[in-house]
């Protein structure tokens, strides 16, 4: 018996995470929203942050990375993760704070986590928008591909929503309406990531 437990937990260990997060709702989009979220999925320059200043990215990059080394020990992988996320986040007019926090909530920093829904890696991005707007090498256990899906989609809603953090975040975790899920992010972001002024409408 205990054998069999033993090899069961050795064959979980290799399996992608299981995680409790919600997932983003299907819903058919216009023909010319789906080619611009496809046109924005499919830029492939290579990630190179700007930053407002040398000084800035250094200040930046050092904090965060402090701030993730529990997470993410290896230094080469969190350095290049924090770059592809400031990198995506401002591509898609968002604060890299708050990319952070909704990480944190959706996977806990899981490369690998699936949700019950079948949301997938760091983002928790569904498999449907691969579909929708991606193509069949799109790969979401892939570290770029996953936050540039992730940030393209919350950037569509918060769009959808008139700029309201508070209902896209709900729209993003299929729960909105609902107050648990933004007050999560709300309080990874401020709690944990904060860095410059933060908004997210009164709630």
């Known amino acids: ?15 992608p995470t299981a995680v409790l997060a919600g997932a983003q709702q299907y819903e058919p989009l216009a023909a010319s929203v789906q080619t611009g979220l496809h046109a ?14 040398i000084q800035e990215k250094v200040n930046w990059l050092t904090e965060m ?7 993410m020990p290896d230094r080469q992988a969190r350095l290049e993760f924090l770059n592809t996320v400031y990198y995506e986040a401002k591509r898609a007019g968002l604060d890299p704070q708050m990319v952070l926090g909704l990480i944190q909530v959706e996977s806990g920093f899981k490369k690998y986590s ?7 890696g760091y983002m928790q991005v ?5 579909k929708l707007i991606g193509n069949k090498d799109s790969n979401l256990f892939h570290m770029r591909t996953n936050l540039r899906f992730g940030c393209v989609i919350l950037r569509h809603y ?3 929503e008139n700029g309201d953090t508070y209902r896209a975040l709900g729209r993003y975790n299929g729960s909105l309406g609902k107050p648990e899920y933004p007050r999560m992010v709300q ?12 908004v997210i409408g009164p709630r």
């Open 1 to 15: 018996m205990r054998l069999i437990l033993g090899l069961a937990l050795s064959l979980a260990a290799l399996l």
């Open 40 to 53: 924005a999925i499919a830029d492939r320059a290579a990630p190179d942050p700007q930053f407002p200043s």
């Open 65 to 71: 990375s402090a701030r993730l080394t529990r997470r």
């Open 114 to 120: 699936v949700s019950s829904a079948g949301a997938r």
């Open 126 to 130: 569904m498999p449907f928008w691969i």
């Open 158 to 160: 918060l769009d959808i």
């Open 187 to 198: 309080g990874a972001w401020e709690k944990q990531w904060g860095w410059g002024p933060r």
